[in-house]
């Protein structure tokens, strides 16, 4: 197993290589070892160095067999099956992606302790697609546009929210995308408890779909901007 890259870059970890090196771990018996620090691109056969030593230089005496049990990992691992209708359901832009279609590996101090094929995706029964993020924010916005949100003439709630999806696919906490110290600044209480209600009673009665990451339902926070206008109608300024 290399969680740093895939060979084909088909599927698996990301083709970059930011700390200039690559471990190679192994799964034998019910046991999670590393046994090789190796250059980047190493796999492709492109750097011919002796990968080894950098084990040795890092462990130390901890390389047994020339390898080192990785007894202080805890957590889980997930791999994507291979399969035509597997897609990537979330990517943090760098490194981490959750697929539709996992193998999650449980590990107990270096100990495998369950393997399970996981589907991150539910797809609920009326529940809103949500296998696309950057197509929630719309979702969204059209909620309130057909709740005919309109401006206050005391309160002009113009701006941009953060909006959580909890793991049962409902909405959660909403609050403006400032920091707390610049809420008190800018907004009164009264005005921002106004702005919040106004959202959170358009927005409570939606149910999504539940997003999974390694077996576990996830929340996430969907940013949007909106301007309502003095006419009534309303604008999505997310970008």
Not at 4 to 21: T, V
Not at 100 to 119: A, R, T
Request: aromatic letters at 12%; hydrophobic letters at 35%.
């Amino acid at each position: 197993m290399n969680f740093r890259n895939s060979i084909d870059g088909r599927l698996g970890g990301s083709l970059n290589c930011w700390r200039g090196y690559q471990a190679i771990y192994e799964i034998e018996n019910d046991s999670l070892f590393v046994n090789n620090i190796i250059e980047c691109h190493s796999l492709a056969g492109t750097v011919k160095d002796k990968p080894k030593s950098y084990l040795s230089e890092i462990f130390g005496e901890k390389v047994k067999n020339e390898r080192v049990f990785l007894d202080w990992f805890t957590g889980k691992i997930s791999f994507p099956t291979v399969r035509d209708d597997n897609l990537i359901l979330r990517w943090d832009g760098v490194f981490e992606k959750i697929y539709h279609y996992e193998m999650v590996i449980d590990i107990d101090q270096g100990k495998i302790i369950e393997l399970n094929d996981e589907e991150n995706y539910i797809d609920l029964e009326n529940g809103i697609n949500r296998l696309k993020k950057d197509t929630i924010s719309t979702i969204l916005f059209e909620q309130l546009r057909n709740s005919r949100l309109k401006k206050n003439n005391k309160f002009d709630c113009s701006d941009e929210y953060l909006i959580t999806i909890l793991e049962d696919g409902k909405v959660g906490e909403i609050r403006m995308a400032w920091t707390d110290q610049q809420i008190k600044e800018f907004f009164t209480k009264r005005e921002y408890n106004y702005c919040i209600s106004l959202l959170t009673k358009s927005l409570s009665k939606l149910q999504f779909d539940i997003i999974k990451r390694k077996g576990e339902p996830l929340q996430e926070t969907i940013l949007l901007e909106i301007w309502l206008n003095d006419d009534g109608s309303i604008e999505n300024w997310t970008n």
